[in-house]
């Protein structure tokens, strides 16, 4: 299978890289080779390419900026899917495109009784610029091309380090490393997730053929205090991190209260569940760790 990686300079695309089976070939689309915006752009470069397979893991995903930026955010998050599922649609080619539990940011989550992950068949409700283009791409990808996957995650983290943008794990260990005081909210749900372990899940959906949907997180649940304290121990700094409500750190762009994903259906279609998240975090940080200083 040839393979086009569009967006393969980013932390997914990175781990997609490195995880290839061998029997399958990627070309390496970044914004320099393909303008997802453009039409014929996205033609003249998938057509080079001569795929048989595009995986986007391409998108704006600045969330705060894209309240200010709702065209662009649009253009890239929901018309640029579109041109890779007219153009996937027209060649007979697959197309599996990743997406966000941003869509369940509208989710009132009012304690633990609601504390249901969520399913693919569950009514999104974004509750943002970035949720609700995001959104919309996963529905023109599912209405125009009907070799698709649609793979929503959750915090991803990896090795690759983008111009302007970083992961929650790297900010966790720069602060502390700077002595920085650390106050993390506690009531946002999620399951963060290690970019090698869903690349790995889409390696193996893609031969199963079964096409559709799909929820891909490592298993279990934190909030994001729960994620740093543990990132911390991980990397053996003593660092104190302060539990605050996310009033507290109020942002321009509403996030999940409870955005946990419920994977089953991935695990039932690939053969089985992702390691848990504590897992994925304790194969990451001895990779990193040696770069942030201990803390004073």
């Known amino acids: 299978m040839r393979v086009a990686l569009v967006g393969a300079a980013g932390q997914l695309g990175t781990a997609l890289t490195a995880s290839r089976p061998p029997a399958d070939s990627i070309v390496p689309l970044t914004h320099s080779e393909i303008e997802i915006r453009d039409a014929e752009s996205v033609d003249a470069a998938l057509s080079a390419a001569a795929a048989d397979c595009v995986i986007n893991v391409a998108a704006y995903n600045f969330v705060d900026r894209a309240e200010d930026e709702p065209e662009l955010a649009h253009a890239i998050n929901a018309i640029g899917p579109q041109n890779l599922a007219r153009w996937c649609a027209r060649h007979n080619a697959l197309l599996v495109h990743v997406s966000t539990d941003y869509v369940f940011s509208g989710y009132v989550f009012s304690g633990d009784a609601e504390r249901t992950p969520r399913v693919e068949t569950d009514l999104p ?20 091309c009907p070799s698709h996957f649609v793979v929503r995650t959750c915090g991803l983290y990896g090795r690759a380090q983008t111009a302007g943008k970083g992961n929650f794990v790297r900010t966790m260990l ?46 279990g649940q934190t909030t994001w205090h729960g994620f740093a304290c543990e990132i911390l121990r991980v990397a053996g ?60």
């Open 237 to 296: 700094f003593r660092t104190q991190v302060a539990a605050i409500p996310s009033r507290d750190f109020p942002q321009k762009a509403k996030r999940p209260a409870y955005s946990v994903l419920d994977c089953s259906k991935l695990a039932a279609t690939i053969g089985g569940e992702l390691p848990s998240w504590q897992d994925a975090l304790g194969r990451y940080v001895p990779q990193i760790v040696s770069e942030f200083p201990p803390p004073p």
């Open 125 to 144: 409700t974004p509750a943002s610029v970035y949720a609700r283009t995001k959104l919309a791409g996963e529905e023109f990808v599912r209405g125009e």
């Open 174 to 219: 720069r602060m502390a490393s700077e002595g920085r005081p650390l106050k993390v909210v506690d009531d946002q749900h999620c399951t963060p997730s290690f970019a090698a372990d869903i690349a790995a899940a889409i390696w193996r959906l893609i031969p199963t053929r079964q096409f559709g949907l799909y929820h891909a997180t490592n298993s």
